[in-house]
């Protein structure tokens, strides 16, 4: 792997000098978009919408619409909103991790520590385990302000960035039933359900089954064989009645 990033977790007066490197990949397949007719790659034109000619990209620029016309951006714009350079992962507080809600998390970076770092590190580590917390940091990433948790994560120092509470949009346009009709013996019924289906969380058990059928696809393409279709499999017409559609639920599981 290649780190992405190199700097410091700053712990009190402690500096743990780091790399991260990306923690997740996509499972699914890197597929190029071709010309049907000779499988030449498409190539992606920037395209003036009024004149329909190629604009060269210096000669692009960034803007924001406010009040129904554009206020163009130059660089010295993005240097003066752009946040202190700094290769400091500066812990401001800690939380306990089951208190932030999964819709804030986006992707993880494995920490790895440098040589002079590396006591250090091992005591964040064991001070994460045993205390149960998370530390909550802000740091620089490509020219971002990011907000990120710092975690175990099977021995290692996990940094995964979340969302700021701005960019979690309201759901206030959702429109939801109200919680009032569901009565008593449906409730017990559904609580049924979810124990008779709980069980520990194993990730292992959940494959990107898309990805390993569409890839099976193109190996038999390949060897000229003809990809199987599969046939849908018809389901059962339950009832409209929420409670015995819920008891048939309980003696299908069972």
Known sequence: MRSIWKGSIGFGLV????????AVQNSGLDLDMLDSKDHSHIKFQRINENT?????????????????KYVILDKHDFEEASPEKTKMIEL????????????????????????QGKKAYALL???????????????????????????????????????FAEEIRSA??????????????????????????????????FKDEYTKELLRIIKAKAKGKRATVKKLKPREESGSDLYSQLMQSLSKKA
């Open 15 to 22: 500096n743990i000098p780091i790399k991260l490197y990306s």
């Open 52 to 68: 329909q000619k190629v604009v060269e990209f210096d000669k692009i620029v960034k803007g924001y619409k406010l009040d129904d």
């Open 92 to 115: 401001e507080n800690f939380v306990s991790i089951d208190e932030i809600n999964p819709i804030y998390y986006e992707t993880s970076y494995f920490a790895e520590p440098e040589t």
């Open 125 to 163: 580590l064991k001070a994460l385990q045993k205390s149960g917390k998370a530390g909550v940091a802000r740091f620089v990433l490509r020219n971002t302000e990011n907000l990120c948790v710092i975690h175990p994560l099977n021995n290692v120092l996990t940094v995964t960035k979340i969302r």
């Open 172 to 205: 206030e346009e959702i429109n939801v039933p109200s919680l009032d009709t569901i009565n008593k013996k449906e409730l017990d019924v559904g609580l049924a359900l979810i124990k008779q289906y709980t069980s520990p969380f194993n990730i292992e058990a």
